[in-house]
């Protein structure tokens, strides 16, 4: 197995970072909830595909001889159940921001720097020399 089968589990999970919390800013400045839904819907989404790729791709190639690819496979899967956590927190935020809780912001901010410091483990990544 080559270094390339984990270039989409680590490259689909910093997009889809990036494009919720993009979404999530854009429609508390805008005051445009359908954004803020969106937002917190694809990092949910994030944590779900993350779950996936663990299952059922990563997992078996962390245990492979190959010593770069292991590594990078065992860091990948921690940060996919980091990803997994991060969801969690989402939905947390997204149901305070549906019932209107005053706890909404504090929820808000702590889980857009939680992911905000797993894209950039996640561009670290994929930045890594091969």
């Keep these: 197995m080559q270094n390339h089968e984990l ?3 680590m490259l689909l999970p910093l997009w889809g970072i990036f494009i919720g919390i993009a979404l999530i800013v854009i ?15 694809m990092l949910i989404l994030v944590g779900l595909l993350s779950l996936f790729y ?6 078996p190639l962390s245990y492979q001889e190959n010593s770069q ?15 997994l ?4 927190l989402s939905l947390c935020s ?11 912001l ?3 901010i702590l889980t857009v720097l939680f992911f905000a410091i797993q894209f950039f483990q996640y561009y670290s990544l994929i930045q890594k020399p091969k």
């Design 94 to 104: 997204l149901l305070y921001f549906r019932y209107k809780n005053r706890r909404y």
């Design 7 to 9: 270039y989409l589990p």
């Design 27 to 41: 429609g508390f400045v805008d005051k445009k909830p359908v954004y803020t839904y969106s937002g917190w819907s």
């Design 106 to 108: 504090l929820m808000a």
């Design 54 to 59: 663990n299952l059922f791709q990563i997992s």
């Design 85 to 88: 956590a991060g969801a969690a």
């Design 69 to 83: 690819m292991s590594e990078t496979a065992t860091i990948l899967v921690k940060a996919g159940y980091l990803n």
